[in-house]
């Protein structure tokens, strides 16, 4: 059974940095993203990690505000946010798919086939 934990979220002051962690208990898999999903919202990808190769993809209302990583030792994917604002405030979903040999990033939501619970991120004003 895949099986996906978050674990980093909390409360936070705008401008602060948050770093957040997905354990795949380990699994490889092609892709591994995060998402996040505000209230009233539609969930959305925020960034995303191809294992085998390294390469990485983020969302424009992230870019330059967020990295992510893996630890391949640890099987762990982590999300680390800086300079972070009230609309980053959601809650944040671990994805992972298997794609076979790529290097492509998925970044819509119906293409990953794993999910963790999700994490709540809160950024006060």
């Known amino acids: 059974q895949v099986q996906l934990v978050e674990s980093g979220g909390g409360l936070v002051q705008a401008g602060d940095s948050l770093s957040l962690s997905c354990a795949t208990f380990g699994r490889t898999f092609t892709n591994v993203a995060w998402f996040r999903q505000a209230p009233g919202k539609r969930r959305e990808f925020v960034a995303g990690?191809?294992?085998?190769?390294?390469?990485?993809h983020y969302a424009d209302f992230v870019e330059g505000r967020a990295t992510i990583s893996r630890d391949s030792a640890a099987y762990t994917v982590l999300l680390q946010m800086t300079n972070l604002k009230p609309e980053d405030t959601a809650v944040y979903f671990c994805?992972?798919?298997?794609?076979?040999?790529?290097?492509?990033?998925?970044?819509?939501?119906?293409?990953?086939?794993?999910w963790g619970q999700g994490t709540q991120v809160t950024v006060s004003s």
């Open positions: 994805a992972a798919t298997d794609l076979g040999e790529t290097v492509m990033i998925v970044v819509i939501e119906d293409g990953y086939d794993y």
């Open positions: 990690l191809n294992w085998r190769h390294g390469n990485t």
